[in-house]
């Protein structure tokens, strides 16, 4: 009986195993979901996205990791065009927005050397032209008629007693005149009063320089201090160019070197500046800093305020260069397709470098020969990914 029933156990423990032996999978067939390709199964079943069948799809024999075949068809409607890479130059060009400003160096500030009340403006708009030495406004002035007295008393003296005392009325007289100068009188109008002998109670004033007038907070009958602002200036014989850039294009920028000022303006003229100040901090918030280029201004047809781009260019050098189109990029690098046989493509990292215009710079990854897919290359991504339900980029070295 004992003998019967190990037998029986014998039997039932070997068709077990037998039952639990699994076919092979064939990995020459997945299947995927032509909604969703980046489904990938081994066996029938539906999409666990879309709920719809999944589509069998038969692996090519020979293709290896990253490859793809297409045939005479797809590549015709595909409309898939190849070329040879060679070597080739290249330049990088930079473009900044920026704006036209104030020239800070001349800007001018014509400030009241007495106290006193301002009778007459001969200026009294915003944006005038004020030509140098041009009459700027009167003033009457208390300390300063009393400075005019004091200047002819000493004259009237010499005449009347040079030869009776021991006192030097020169020194007297040019101590009376210095103070009228340091006061703001010119030579011509302390001549004028020592030959009159007349000291008039109002005082016109000259403009110490030239340029418009961007700010008058005087007005006629104000009463100003010693120091105080009658009215600014600004020269627009040249102006500053500011444009902000960002921290990793600083590499591209050298003090004092040339730059192009394009301006749109004026059908996009341009005129060939300095770059002069790079400002040495940097807004951490941002991660932008400020440019500065002085330009001329002949005739002083541009005005501050106007729209400007900066161009930046480097010399050009001999590289591999593609177009842009034939590249694509994300997140993990850059990869183009490459030809390796009748209708196969195979796709490959590259490491870019300069774009310039519709060009792009392959610094590593391609070598002067490789047949390149030039048009079509996003077309073969996306077939790619619905024949092997995987990006083309998995499994290479970033």
Same mark, same amino acid.
């Given at each position: 009986?004992?003998?019967?029933?190990?037998?029986?156990?014998?039997?039932?423990?070997?068709?077990?195993?037998?039952?639990?032996?699994?076919?092979?999978?064939?990995?020459?067939?997945?299947?995927?979901?032509?909604?969703?390709?980046?489904?990938?199964?081994?066996?029938?079943?539906?999409?666990?996205?879309?709920?719809?069948?999944?589509?069998?799809?038969?692996?090519?024999?020979?293709?290896?990791?990253?490859?793809?075949?297409?045939?005479?068809?797809?590549?015709?409607?595909?409309?898939?065009?190849?070329?040879?890479?060679?070597?080739?130059?290249?330049?990088?060009?930079?473009?900044?927005?920026?704006?036209?400003?104030?020239?800070?160096?001349?800007?001018?500030?014509?400030?009241?050397?007495?106290?006193?009340?301002?009778?007459?403006?001969?200026?009294?708009?915003?944006?005038?032209?004020?030509?140098?030495?041009?009459?700027?406004?009167?003033?009457?002035?208390?300390?300063?008629?009393?400075?005019?007295?004091?200047?002819?008393?000493?004259?009237?003296?010499?005449?009347?007693? *040079?030869?009776? &005392?021991?006192?030097?009325? +020169?020194?007297?007289?040019?101590?009376? @005149?210095? /103070? #009228?100068?340091?006061?703001?009188?010119?030579?011509?109008?302390?001549?004028?009063?020592?030959?009159?002998?007349?000291?008039?109670?109002?005082?016109?004033?000259?403009?110490?320089?030239?340029?418009?007038?961007?700010?008058?907070?005087?007005?006629?009958?104000?009463?100003?201090?010693?120091?105080?602002?009658?009215?600014?200036?600004?020269?627009?014989?040249?102006?500053?160019?500011?444009?902000?850039?960002?921290?990793?294009?600083?590499?591209?920028?050298?003090?004092? *070197?040339?730059? &192009?000022?394009?301006?749109? +303006?004026?059908?996009?003229?341009?005129? @060939?500046? /300095? #770059?002069?100040?790079?400002?040495?901090?940097?807004?951490?918030?941002?991660?932008?800093?400020?440019?500065?280029?002085?330009?001329?201004?002949?005739?002083?047809?541009?005005?501050?305020?106007?729209?400007?781009?900066?161009?930046?260019?480097?010399?050009?050098?001999?590289?591999?260069?593609?177009?842009?189109?034939?590249?694509?990029?994300?997140?993990?690098?850059?990869?183009?397709?490459?030809?390796?046989?009748?209708?196969?493509?195979?796709?490959?990292?590259?490491?870019?470098?300069?774009?310039?215009?519709?060009?792009?710079?392959?610094?590593?990854?391609?070598?002067?020969?490789?047949?390149?897919?030039?048009?079509?290359?996003?077309?073969?991504?996306?077939?790619?990914?619905?024949?092997?339900?995987?990006?083309?980029?998995?499994?290479?070295?970033?």
């Amino acid at each position: 009986m004992r003998y019967i029933i190990s037998i029986i156990v014998s039997i039932v423990l070997v068709l077990s195993c037998k039952n639990t032996i699994k076919e092979p999978i064939d990995t020459d067939t997945y299947y995927t979901c032509s909604m969703d390709p980046q489904v990938v199964e081994y066996k029938p079943g539906t999409c666990p996205i879309c709920k719809m069948d999944l589509t069998p799809v038969k692996k090519r024999k020979g293709e290896s990791q990253g490859e793809l075949e297409l045939s005479d068809q797809q590549i015709q409607l595909g409309n898939i065009q190849v070329d040879t890479i060679r070597n080739g130059t290249i330049g990088d060009q930079l473009i900044l927005t920026a704006s036209l400003n104030f020239d800070q160096s001349k800007l001018y500030a014509v400030s009241s050397r007495v106290m006193g009340r301002v009778e007459k403006l001969y200026f009294k708009n915003l944006g005038e032209y004020v030509k140098k030495g041009a009459p700027l406004y009167e003033m009457y002035s208390e300390d300063l008629n009393n400075a005019k007295q004091e200047y002819l008393l000493a004259v009237d003296k010499k005449n009347a007693f *040079s030869d009776q &005392t021991i006192i030097d009325f +020169d020194q007297l007289i040019q101590s009376a @005149k210095n /103070k #009228l100068l340091l006061w703001g009188l010119n030579e011509t109008q302390i001549n004028e009063l020592g030959s009159t002998k007349k000291a008039s109670p109002i005082t016109t004033y000259y403009s110490t320089a030239g340029g418009y007038i961007t700010e008058l907070d005087i007005r006629e009958g104000d009463y100003v201090m010693e120091g105080g602002t009658i009215v600014k200036l600004a020269d627009l014989s040249t102006l500053w160019v500011e444009a902000q850039v960002y921290s990793s294009q600083l590499a591209d920028l050298q003090e004092n *070197s040339m730059v &192009t000022v394009q301006l749109p +303006d004026f059908n996009n003229k341009e005129i @060939k500046g /300095k #770059l002069e100040f790079v400002n040495p901090e940097i807004n951490q918030a941002t991660r932008i800093n400020l440019i500065r280029i002085s330009i001329p201004n002949p005739g002083n047809y541009l005005k501050p305020g106007m729209s400007a781009y900066v161009l930046l260019k480097s010399p050009r050098r001999k590289s591999l260069s593609l177009p842009i189109d034939a590249v694509i990029r994300d997140g993990k690098g850059a990869t183009v397709w490459v030809q390796t046989g009748k209708n196969t493509f195979k796709n490959l990292m590259v490491q870019t470098g300069l774009e310039s215009d519709d060009r792009i710079e392959i610094i590593s990854g391609l070598s002067e020969g490789d047949i390149v897919v030039l048009q079509g290359a996003y077309l073969l991504h996306s077939e790619y990914v619905f024949k092997k339900g995987a990006n083309p980029m998995e499994g290479m070295k970033m």
